[in-house]
């Protein structure tokens, strides 16, 4: 009878995997045994594939903040941000709670056992690789085993529970060598540190389609204030009431008959109607613009036409004037 134990599993081309990885448990185990945990996990989930059409990569930890060791976090924070730029690999974050100086993980094994087993349910893998050797998930490795699902169990030997070795259908068992060509170079951890380094756009600026909100406000901001001022100043310039002419805000310009605003716009004058026998307050016989002012024609005389003598009674006349009664008559009765 062929035992569980393999370095590779069974390969079925046609089957379709899901690896779901217990990021706590493999980062102690692989800094015991190897001394480091820089995995590049998209070529791990493939060797653990084997060939077969792997569908998605689930890796389940928690957000490390302690106040001992600030680094911790920020270490972890880079770690999770090249989780993030990794094609079909989704991260899952539980909590974690204080005892004392021990810290205990919340969620993360429930988290999951339960995508194992809903993902099973419905049909979206065929073969399931469980990197861990928690005795914890053998109850759902077993419900998965019971849709007709496959189990394949990946971890070190010294970490691998009886238990999940009985109900695992296939065994991988990890050594050093299993991870040759699988850790990041330094040029991946320089680009991972030059990644987490960019600064984050928040979710209240970041659009549907991933550009920054803020710069682009700024920008359409910029551009309408543009063409406010482009509008403005060409209403000013058709402004009627820029064409008035004030003494006090328009400099006489040379004898072409043009004249300049303070704005230093040249604005055409007007040209103004001949006053006909006009004066001028500069000098007589000139007009405000310097022209001389035309004569008026000489009226023409009529020589046969002579004025009619006005009859006046002069004032200091010898003969005295006829009272009313000597123009009735009645003074000459009077006297007969």
Given at each position: ?336
């Amino acid at each position: 009878m062929p035992s569980k134990s393999s370095k590779s599993s069974v390969v079925r081309e046609n089957d379709r995997v899901m690896v779901f990885i217990d990021g706590s448990n493999l980062y102690h185990v692989l800094t015991q045994s190897c001394g480091r945990h820089d995995l590049q996990f998209d070529k791990f989930a493939m060797k653990l594939a084997n060939g077969r059409d792997l569908k998605r990569t689930y890796y389940y930890n928690i957000r490390q903040e302690s106040d001992t060791n600030p680094l911790a976090g920020t270490e972890q924070q880079k770690f999770l941000d090249s989780m993030y730029d990794t094609p079909y690999v989704e991260v899952r974050l539980g909590i974690w709670k204080q005892r004392g100086e021990i810290m205990v993980e919340k969620g993360v094994d429930v988290m999951l056992a339960t995508d194992l087993i809903t993902h099973a349910y419905k049909n979206h893998y065929d073969t399931a690789v469980v990197v861990s050797g928690d005795a914890d998930f053998y109850p759902a490795l077993q419900a998965v085993k019971d849709v007709g699902k496959h189990i394949e169990v990946a971890a070190f030997d010294m970490n691998l529970s009886a238990e999940s070795g009985r109900v695992a259908d296939v065994t991988i068992k990890f050594n050093k060598t299993y991870f040759t060509g699988l850790w990041m170079t330094r040029a991946q951890a320089r680009s991972r540190a030059a990644a987490s380094a960019k600064p984050e756009v928040s979710d209240e600026a970041a659009s549907p389609n991933g550009e920054n909100k803020a710069a682009t406000k700024a920008k359409s901001a910029r551009r309408s204030g543009v063409r406010k001022g482009t509008t403005a100043s060409a209403k000013t310039r058709r402004s009627p009431t820029s064409r008035t002419r004030k003494p006090s805000t328009i400099r006489s310009a040379s004898s072409t008959g043009n004249s300049i605003d303070d704005n230093g716009t040249k604005m055409r004058r007007t040209p103004t109607r001949r006053r006909v026998g006009g004066t001028s307050s500069q000098s007589p016989g000139r007009a405000a613009n310097g022209r001389s002012t035309p004569r008026p024609p000489a009226l023409r005389k009529n020589v046969d036409s002579k004025p009619e003598p006005v009859e006046s009674e002069s004032v200091a006349s010898s003969t005295p004037r006829r009272s009313w009664r000597g123009r009735l008559g009645l003074t000459q009765n009077k006297e007969k």
